[in-house]
């Protein structure tokens, strides 16, 4: 070990100031006993260049490993995702197929509705031209088979726009339940990739 003092010129200078010989080496050797024990402490706590170095490799070795780790597990993250997106894709066109399915079916069902209606009163009318035809005397009858006639017309075309209005009801619902599902299912993707 190197000490960075010179010891002898130390003595010298305590001698000089009044100890004697044997005094100022007690003294000198004192000081480097606690200087090598305050050293010894120091390199206790310290590591040579070569361990410092062998420490960093194996940190970075620690950190590759780490990366491959990250690597593998957003890869398979990834395709967990892509997975996950091409089954909603399938659900998504599977519901999209029945809402169209359904506004099929309610469109075919008024289309029938209002056949049949309109059937009826092609029925009504052709009734009521018969009795006029039928019955020329008691116009008081055929003003009240008319009122009535033109009552049950105007109450068939009265119920007639109503079902249409439900049936334009229901059509909306279906439709708005199924844009809010695709926006759901939009919203959903856009949350994963983010």
Known sequence: RKLFFDTHALVCLL???GFTTRQSEVIV????????????????DMVTKVQQEIAL?????HIGGVKKDM??????EFSALRSENEKIKLELQQIKKQVMDEIIKVRADNKLNLNLEKSRVKELVSFCYFLLETSQHGHAQQDRALTQTDRK????????????ESHKLDNIKYLAGSVFTCLTVALGFYRLWI
């Open 71 to 76: 690597i593998i597990l957003e890869k398979s």
């Open 57 to 61: 490799q194996q940190v970075m070795s």
């Open 29 to 44: 050797s004192a000081l480097v006993e606690i200087m090598n024990t305050n050293l010894d402490m120091i390199y206790k």
């Open 15 to 17: 001698e000089e100031n």
């Open 153 to 164: 017309i105007d109450t068939e075309v009265a119920d007639l726009k109503t079902m249409l």
